[in-house]
């Protein structure tokens, strides 16, 4: 009975690491807010819209890149990706909006989550390397 209740434990300790520090309920906000904000340009589950991301457009701007570990979101810290979310995507040569004012910080940190979540272990895992 000890041995199941034990490995109970541990696959709990699995399921939380799975999740990356994200609860649940953190994990369902960030999929809703990304549905409601940020699906239409970086695509459903974060793949994309566009096969050539880093191409330029017509109007000169870059599209949306996949955020889902296969463009190069994984390579920036939470400081960054935040400052994205918060300015948009203009001053880096995007047309993504400024989310500072329409998100609150609990639904970007939820956001986030969610699109880490998204990224293949051996990815997340070279990004906790690389920030820590």
């Known amino acids: 009975m000890t041995g199941l209740l034990l490995a109970g434990c541990d696959m709990a300790a699995n399921d939380a690491s799975n999740m990356r520090g994200a609860s649940p309920e953190q994990l369902a906000m960030g999929d809703r807010v990304f549905r409601e904000n940020c ?3 970086h695509g459903v589950k974060a793949r994309g819209t566009v096969r050539e991301w880093q191409k330029r457009l017509p109007d000169g701007s870059l599209p949306a890149p996949p955020l889902n570990g296969t463009a190069h979101a994984w390579h920036h810290n939470d400081k960054v990706l935040l400052s994205t979310i918060n300015r948009g995507g ?3 040569g995007g ?3 400024a989310f500072r004012e329409i998100l609150s ?3 970007k940190l939820a956001v986030l989550a969610y ?3 998204l990224w293949p272990d051996e990815l997340y895992a070279a990004w906790r390397e690389r920030n820590g």
């Open 90 to 92: 203009v001053p880096l």
């Open 39 to 41: 699906q239409e340009c």
């Open 115 to 117: 699109v880490k979540n």
């Open 95 to 97: 047309t993504m909006p």
């Open 105 to 107: 910080e609990e639904e």
